[in-house]
T-cell receptor, first 112, second 115 residues
Framework: GNSVTQMEGPVTLSEEAFLTINCTYTATGYPSLFWYVQYPGEGLQLLLKATKADDKGSNKGFEATYRKETTSFHLEKGSVQVSDSAVYFCALTSYNTDKLIFGTGTRLQVFP | NAGVMQNPRHLVRRRGQEARLRCSPMKGHSHVYWYRQLPEEGLKFMVYLQKENIIDESGMPKERFSAEFPKEGPSILRIQQVVRGDSAAYFC?????????????FGPGTRLTVL
């Protein structure tokens, strides 16, 4: 079945460091891929998405490229800020269903 | 435009009681999804509803759990005879239309604690 695997956290970085959070997926057909962010005590917010191979999603300095050949959708940011501290979830929807399938989440902690 | 609203934000129940979780989707959204987040885990899909219809309930436990989205009013997730294992955060999401590539907008969640 469809699944998402993302790196375990926590990821601890100093402010202005480079961020990579790995995400790989297993899916039939051509899934849509998403990154959601969850700040403490809040619901999830869509950070970015990509709906077909080689698409790059970007938002707030974060980027992720849909790589079909490696079934990956790694999240990157060139310079993190303390305010980026949150839990990041990689997710997919399969072509024939609306339900989101989530990875287990990666907690990011950024220190000044 | 108000976001997705869920209430209550926190709910405490004793074993054997009933829990009712409410979700009001964003204005103009007719598609509602419920997800459950167990401690230190990702979100798991439970059920997908449109007005008055259940579209996909493949993630719902077979017993004690039910969901509805009536023509008028919020969507309700109902858990009968709660057990400690039901303690989790329950998130509702909505979208204006279906489709695998469409964004789902999440509410703040209801945190259920079963004593």
């Amino acid at each position: 079945g469809n699944s998402v695997t993302q790196m375990e956290g926590p990821v601890t970085l100093s402010e202005e460091a480079f961020l990579t959070i790995n995400c790989t997926y297993t899916a039939t057909g051509y899934p849509s891929l998403f990154w959601y962010v969850q700040y403490p005590g809040e619901g999830l917010q869509l950070l970015l998405k990509a709906t077909k191979a080689d698409d790059k999603g970007s938002n707030k300095g974060f980027e992720a490229t849909y790589r079909k050949e490696t079934t990956s959708f790694h999240l990157e940011k060139g310079s993190v800020q303390v305010s980026d501290s949150a839990v990041y979830f990689c997710a997919l929807t399969s072509y024939n269903t609306d339900k989101l399938i989530f990875g287990t989440g990666t907690r990011l902690q950024v220190f000044p | 435009n108000a976001g997705v609203m869920q209430n209550p934000r926190h709910l405490v129940r004793r074993r054997g009681q009933e829990a009712r979780l409410r979700c009001s989707p964003m204005k103009g959204h007719s598609h509602v999804y419920w997800y459950r987040q167990l401690p230190e885990e990702g979100l798991k899909f439970m059920v997908y509803l449109q007005k008055e219809n259940i579209i996909d309930e493949s993630g719902m436990p077979k017993e004690r759990f039910s969901a509805e989205f009536p023509k008028e009013g919020p969507s309700i997730l109902r858990i009968q005879q709660v057990v400690r294992g039901d303690s989790a955060a329950y998130f509702c999401a909505s979208s204006p239309q279906g489709g695998a590539s469409n964004e789902q907008f999440f509410g703040p969640g209801t945190r259920l604690t079963v004593l």
